[in-house]
């Protein structure tokens, strides 16, 4: 071993030119290219899988197994809710609405597992706001989800199985969100509380 660092000692000029040597092949543009394109690749990767961190573009996600549609995002610093719309003119005992509104939440949230976690996460962040109004039947639900759909905002509708209460197929609850509260409110702000 002191017999090598002798010989690098001895010839310092031979080291030194071995190094210009390697890094002037090391930055030709046939070896350089390569790596800064492939770098990048890495950090946009690396970038993606961190959400959340102040972008705001608009994600497809599949909602209800049928249509795509873009989902509305919040900076990261807004407040997210999921509003619960229910069919008063099914006439539902409290325990069949209770009962139906956490198929709703569960159906939405069940879907956004699947496909933007970021945004369940950031609505985990503020404690899974939920609320619960009322709608007159089913044509009101019918204009509600299209409204929430035309802004991007998840929707999930539960279709009883009609083993109790109500006619198999009846849709008992409109899941709205979670997304950013202005959002929701903007389709759901009128309606009544249950």
Same mark, same amino acid.
Request: net charge positive; proline share 4%.
């Given at each position: 071993?002191f017999?090598s660092?002798?010989?690098?000692?001895?010839?310092?000029?031979?080291?030194?030119? %071995?190094?210009?040597?390697?890094?002037?092949?090391?930055?030709?543009?046939?070896?350089?290219?390569?790596?800064?394109?492939?770098?990048?690749?890495?950090?946009?990767?690396?970038?993606?899988?961190?959400?959340?961190?102040?972008?705001?573009?608009?994600?497809?996600?599949? @909602?209800?197994?049928?249509?795509?549609?873009?989902? @509305?995002?919040?900076?990261?610093?807004?407040?997210?809710?999921?509003?619960?719309?229910?069919?008063?003119?099914?006439?539902?005992?409290?325990?069949?609405?209770?009962?139906?509104?956490?198929?709703?939440?569960?159906?939405?949230?069940?879907?956004?597992?699947?496909?933007?976690?970021?945004?369940?996460?950031?609505?985990?962040?503020?404690?899974?706001?939920?609320?619960?109004? =009322?709608?007159?039947?089913?044509?009101?639900?019918?204009?509600?989800?299209?409204?929430?759909?035309?802004?991007?905002?998840?929707?999930?509708? @539960?279709?009883?199985?009609?083993?109790t %209460?109500?006619?198999?197929?009846?849709?008992?609850?409109?899941?709205?969100?979670?997304?950013?509260?202005?959002? @929701?409110d903007?389709? =759901?702000?009128? %309606?009544?509380?249950?």
């Open positions: 071993m017999a660092f002798r010989n690098a000692s001895q010839h310092p000029n031979k080291q030194q030119k %071995q190094e210009r040597e390697w890094l002037s092949v090391s930055f030709k543009p046939e070896n350089f290219v390569p790596g800064v394109v492939i770098g990048f690749i890495l950090g946009l990767l690396l970038d993606l899988s961190q959400p959340g961190k102040g972008r705001s573009k608009k994600n497809s996600i599949s @909602v209800g197994k049928v249509q795509q549609r873009s989902l @509305v995002t919040s900076n990261g610093d807004e407040e997210l809710k999921m509003v619960l719309v229910v069919r008063r003119d099914l006439k539902m005992t409290t325990g069949k609405i209770a009962s139906q509104c956490a198929h709703a939440a569960t159906g939405v949230y069940a879907e956004l597992m699947q496909s933007h976690r970021s945004l369940l996460r950031q609505w985990e962040q503020y404690g899974q706001p939920k609320i619960v109004v =009322t709608c007159k039947n089913q044509q009101e639900m019918n204009k509600l989800k299209e409204a929430a759909e035309g802004i991007g905002l998840p929707t999930f509708v @539960v279709a009883d199985a009609g083993r %209460q109500v006619v198999s197929g009846s849709k008992t609850v409109l899941a709205v969100g979670p997304g950013p509260k202005e959002s @929701v903007s389709v =759901t702000g009128k %309606q009544a509380l249950l």
